[in-house]
């Protein structure tokens, strides 16, 4: 079982930037690929990124790419989310979690954090 627990949400202006850091429980969080969601108050979860177990590769939805990153630190099990040049759009509860499969799909994942709050102002 693996327990994540997602932290640096926060409050920032338009063109502001957050990291969110997902610190993982067990060792074998370096097995899993590493996803992270967000879901907006009356929408439905929506795919951020994901990276693989190494972190050597990752994609993106394209409403992010160019200014989100993802990356992963397995010897301090944890990944992050580097978010920059924010956008009130972007306002939402994001989730990072954990699947054994390279995946954009919410079903795929076996584990998940508690959420964290990332709010945009315009």
């Known amino acids: 079982q693996v327990q994540l627990v997602e932290s640096g949400g926060g409050l920032v202006q338009a063109g502001g930037s957050l990291r969110l850091s997902c610190a993982a429980s067990e060792r074998t969080f370096s097995i899993y690929h590493m996803g992270w969601f967000r879901q907006a108050p009356g929408k439905e979860r929506e795919f951020v990124a994901v990276?693989?177990?190494?972190?050597?590769?990752?994609y993106y939805v394209d409403s992010v790419k160019g200014r989100f990153t993802i990356s992963k630190d397995n010897g301090k099990n944890t990944v992050y989310l580097q978010m920059n040049s924010l956008k009130p759009e972007d306002t939402a509860v994001y989730y990072c979690a954990a699947s054994r499969f390279y995946s954009s799909t919410p079903s795929d994942y076996d584990y998940w954090g508690q959420g964290t709050q990332v709010t945009v102002s315009s």
């Open positions: 990276c693989t177990w190494s972190g050597n590769s990752a």
